[in-house]
């Protein structure tokens, strides 16, 4: 009998921007396993939470991969008009590992408004657990 090991159910990192501006991204791994298989789908998901009694503006989110470790489907630049005071709003796009082992990635990236002022700010990363093999993954 095998027995696997998760470290978390989500993978998350919070960092404080400037003001009262927290930035997180969470790689959420698969819903039925609870790992991260090597070329099996997962989400990332990168959410700002807006803790200010005002409105940001002018939102601007990056995040990078090195594509000799993931593929990536879908849009890693995302922006808004405003986040409105005491709310949040999430961008999620679909990573698949291509190798087994430590997943490296980096912090995503955010610029935005808060009344005339431009700040800018990072995720933090997080330890994720590893990649598990293609083969472990299908057992």
Do not use: H
């Amino acid at each position: 009998m095998r027995t696997w090991f998760v470290f978390a159910a989500v993978f998350a990192a919070l960092s404080t921007c400037s003001g009262s501006v927290l930035f997180r991204k969470a790689i959420l791994p698969d819903p039925a396993t609870g790992v991260i298989g090597q070329n099996n789908p997962v989400s990332v998901q990168l959410t700002i939470f807006n803790e200010n009694d005002e409105s940001i503006s002018a939102v601007s989110v990056e995040d990078l991969w090195d594509a000799s470790v993931a593929k990536v489907v879908g849009n890693l630049k995302f922006t808004a008009e405003s986040i409105p005071a005491k709310s949040s709003q999430s961008y999620t796009y679909e990573l698949t590992p291509k190798l087994p082992g430590p997943l490296p990635q980096s912090p995503a990236t955010i610029s935005y408004k808060l009344g005339s002022e431009t700040r800018n700010g990072f995720s933090s990363v997080e330890a994720v657990a590893p990649v598990v093999t293609a083969k472990q993954f299908a057992l």
